[in-house]
């Protein structure tokens, strides 16, 4: 996806991305799942340990239906809570590739920014998964030359089509420059004609 967002003095999105949904957010899709079951078995385990307990509590004198009871349900909560905090994490996630460099940012509570320049990627790798693959999905690892360090970007939607952008960019193969003023200008006034012909 191309946009003349800029991100800072000079500096233009080329492409603009987040790490595909259901690939990212799998964990919370079996968490989910995990719920459903919980809530389904729910009159079932109670039943159970309504039964052990008539058999225990001539040895021990516990309330186990209770306690099972207030476990359930906590277990309900603590993996409701951790659906929403997975689906915020990938809200908090994107991968933004300029027209000198590749942006990664995540975190919800902590944020993490990291960019790699082009001059200084050495290579690029593409791994993809069955499921992936499925899903049109991977993880790209960008490895720098310079302090041998590596930026990994998780569940890219298309991978292959990025890793293709980022060797032309990296080769100077494309051209993106900053619209000029008269432009911008152009359609500022635009969009005021609109806006006052809809009135």
């Known amino acids: ?30 968490k989910f799942i995990l719920i459903i079951l919980i ?9 159970l340990t309504a039964t052990a307990q008539d058999f225990i509590i001539n040895y021990v004198q516990l309330p186990i239906v209770y306690s099972v009871t207030i476990i359930l349900m906590l277990l309900i909560l603590v993996l409701f809570l951790w659906i929403i905090w997975d689906l915020l994490s990938w809200r908090y996630t994107s991968y933004t590739i300029t027209n000198t460099k590749v942006i990664s940012k995540k975190g919800i509570l902590r944020k993490t ?9 050495q290579d690029i790798r593409v791994s993809q998964s069955i499921t992936e693959r499925i899903i049109a999905s991977g993880d790209i690892d960008i490895y720098s030359g310079h302090d041998f360090s590596t930026m990994k970007l998780y569940d890219v939607p298309s991978p292959g089509k990025v890793e293709n952008l980022l060797n032309r960019a990296i080769e100077g193969d494309f051209e993106f420059t900053k619209p000029s003023r008269k432009r911008e200008k152009d359609e500022a006034v635009v969009s005021n004609y609109e806006r006052k012909f809809r009135r």
């Open 113 to 121: 920014k990291a960019s790699l320049h082009f001059n200084k990627i």
């Open 39 to 47: 809530i389904y078995f729910f009159r079932t385990a109670i039943s």
């Open 1 to 30: 996806m191309r946009n003349t967002k800029e991100v800072s003095s000079g500096e233009v999105v080329v492409f603009e991305t987040r790490p595909r949904f259901l690939m990212y957010v799998k964990s919370a899709l079996i």
